[in-house]
């Protein structure tokens, strides 16, 4: 079981990044983004369930999209407006569950960073004015 992500890079503020993050070897109900900073606490940013559900943070509500394709098995974060805290290493999340979680489990553990027990290797978005 894989997950790759793609798409990290350089940009200025204000400018955009889609990141990519291709599943193999399984496929998982829920998803999602962590970010982590230097010299900061991991985050999850945004996340999507099966159902297509979504949630991000305050932070990057209406500048991030999180979205999935599940003919190509593949996770996406488009990012718009990027402001300089918006850099860090994004990590492609997901959770195995042997039976589909619940709405009230759900939105209380989307944001947990532990709740997620499958991740890739991450990417770099450097974010300079």
């Known amino acids: 079981v894989q997950l790759v992500e793609s798409g990290g890079g350089s940009v200025q503020t204000g400018g955009s990044l889609r990141l990519s993050c291709v599943v193999s070897?399984?496929?998982?109900?829920?998803m999602g983004w962590v970010r982590q900073a230097p010299g900061k606490e991991r985050e999850v940013v945004a996340a999507?369930?099966?159902?297509?559900?979504?949630r991000y943070i305050d932070s990057v509500k209406g500048r991030f999209t999180i979205s999935k394709d599940n003919a190509k098995n593949t996770l996406y974060l488009q990012m718009n407006s990027l402001k300089s805290e918006d850099a860090a290493m994004y990590y492609c999340v997901a959770r195995y569950h042997p039976q589909p979680v619940g709405v009230r489990e759900y939105d209380g553990s989307w944001y947990v960073i532990e709740w997620y027990n499958v991740w890739g290797q991450g990417t770099q978005v450097t974010v300079s004015s």
């Open positions: 070897g399984a496929t998982y109900a829920n």
């Open positions: 999507i369930r099966s159902d297509g559900t979504t």
